[in-house]
């Protein structure tokens, strides 16, 4: 069992950054991939940033490549979202998510353990 806890979201004008980051619960940390999703009102879900269990693969949206890095240290159980140039339409609430395994999955469906989500505003 993962129990996950996001916290940085927040209120940044366009061009600025913003660091969320998720805590999980549990020893097993290292051995689940993480993925942020996000979601805007009206939209879907949708995967922002994958990382691997051991942190060595990253996968990002084409939307957030080059402003977004994902990374983990799993001494800290913590998974870290660092964005840059944010634009009015990264606006949306941001999810971390586990699951055990390790290929690469951008469904949430593949996710067993979510958070409750961080609010990301970004004002134009």
């Known amino acids: 069992q993962v129990q996950l806890v996001e916290s940085g979201g927040g209120l940044v004008q366009a061009g600025g950054s913003l660091r969320p980051s998720c805590l999980a619960s549990g020893r097993t940390f290292s051995s689940y991939r993480m993925v942020w999703f996000r979601q805007a009102p009206g939209k879907e879900r949708e995967v922002v940033a994958f990382v691997s269990a051991t942190g060595g693969r990253t996968y990002y949206a084409d939307s957030v490549k080059g402003r977004f890095t994902i990374s983990r240290d799993n001494a800290k159980n913590t998974v870290y979202l660092q964005m840059n140039s944010l634009k009015p339409e990264d606006t949306a609430v941001y999810y971390c998510?586990?699951?055990?395994?390790?290929?690469?999955?951008?469904?949430?469906?593949?996710?067993?353990?979510w958070g409750q989500g961080t609010q990301v505003t970004v004002s134009s």
């Open positions: 998510a586990a699951a055990p395994g390790a290929a690469y999955s951008d469904s949430f469906r593949t996710y067993d353990y």
